[in-house]
């Protein structure tokens, strides 16, 4: 399988009132998200050639400021191969980076904001502390989309307002806890790491149960060295 033009040929229907939204993740068997803090110990050279097949899709890619931090985000990358298909499609050479933040705890010397050509998004609320404001502004678009928390919904609206047409979102469970409650996940994309983990790390997603539970339809299962690559469709 040649995993960029598989996921490139997926179709992701424009909505009208919000982006298309894919949620990439990987998990060992018994449903750890982090080995040590990090999901690089679940991740492999496969899982990485579909995570990038995925960004290679994205107008902008979305996680959560605990996984910027504790994965020391970049500014993101598309191999050159996969830039004229971005182009046919519409799309910049790139997408951007947003990271969802209300107490806007972040570095601004940070990888993240190294590329002045490629700032950062940060989705944010009304009430953000004003001195991480003012330390933050300078290297990255700070947007409002609430007050205390943000609503995935909110979010969404934020970046359908910057022209968004698809997101993925890589995390990690605490924003996929918002973005289930409002069911905004249109797509998951499961890698399942032939592992056993154990240790404290959370599920998928950290957050209230939703009710009912969001039926999502197996939509293709590859497997490479025993690492099951699930796409799962939202049976709306
Ligand atoms: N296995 C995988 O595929 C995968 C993927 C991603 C992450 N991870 C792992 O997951 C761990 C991090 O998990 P996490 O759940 O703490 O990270 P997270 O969801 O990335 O970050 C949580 C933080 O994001 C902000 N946030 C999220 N939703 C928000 C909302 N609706 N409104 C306002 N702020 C919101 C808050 O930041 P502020 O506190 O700054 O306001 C919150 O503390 C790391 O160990 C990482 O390695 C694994």
Known sequence: VDAPACYEADERPPLPHRPWLALNMVTSLDGATAVAQASAGLSGPADKAIFFALRAVADVILVGAGTARDEDYGPPRVAAALQAGRRARGQSDRPRLAVVSSRLDLDPGARMFGDPGLRPIILTVADAPADRRAALEPVADLVEAGVGQLDAGAMLDALHALGTGVVVCEGGPVLNGHLLVADVVDELCLTTAPI????????????????PARGMRLDRLLEEDGILFHRYLRER
């Open 196 to 211: 056993l983990a154990g240790g404290p790390s959370t599920r998928l997603v950290v957050g209230p149960a939703v009710d």
